[in-house]
């Protein structure tokens, strides 16, 4: 992309809150939010409040589809299947069907994927306490903010912007 046409992006990514355990012959995929992850959603979404957002996509996992909807971030939820216990490698190839007109997104998704995207393209722009804050420990209902400049097929690098664990 030339610089001339370059937007900047922004990409919010949020671990989903803690799940319950589930019951007897509820499989994974199911397994809703506990308290805890129902509030964790929710002090999420008073951090994106104010920050437009254009899309969301959530992994279909019943757990990160409500954290999607407890933060009350707006546009509509897209769930993707795909996202679904993403690795790396799937979260960057759904990032990379993201339409060139959006600049503001956020993915609701799981560990690993979720964490080691971050630690793979924070570059050496980003906030450092933010870095550190994630380096370690990536815990459910954990957020944060990278952007670039780029479309969203060549996010390579990123300017860690934001973090917040909501333990």
Do not use: C
């Not at 793979?120 to 380096?135: E, T």
């Amino acid at each position: 992309m030339s610089p001339s046409i370059a937007a900047t992006r922004t990409l919010y990514l949020l671990r989903h809150g803690e799940a319950a355990y589930g019951a007897p012959g509820v499989g994974d995929h199911e397994r809703p939010l506990a308290a805890k992850g129902r509030e964790q959603a929710a002090n999420a979404g008073v951090v994106l409040l104010g920050k437009p957002v254009d899309m969301v996509l959530s992994s279909t996992a019943k757990r990160a589809l409500e954290t999607a909807e407890l933060t009350k971030v707006q546009p509509a939820i897209l769930g993707k299947p795909e996202l679904y216990n993403a690795s790396v490698m799937r979260l960057r190839a759904v990032i990379a069907r993201i339409p060139e007109y959006v600049q503001r997104v956020l993915v609701v998704g799981h560990s690993p994927g979720i964490p080691d995207l971050v630690r793979l393209v924070a570059d050496d722009r980003s906030d450092q306490a933010a870095k550190d804050l994630v380096r370690y420990s990536f815990p459910p209902g954990t957020l944060v903010g990278l952007d670039f400049i780029d479309s969203w097929g060549d996010l390579h690098k990123a300017r860690l912007f934001l973090a917040r664990k909501f333990v």
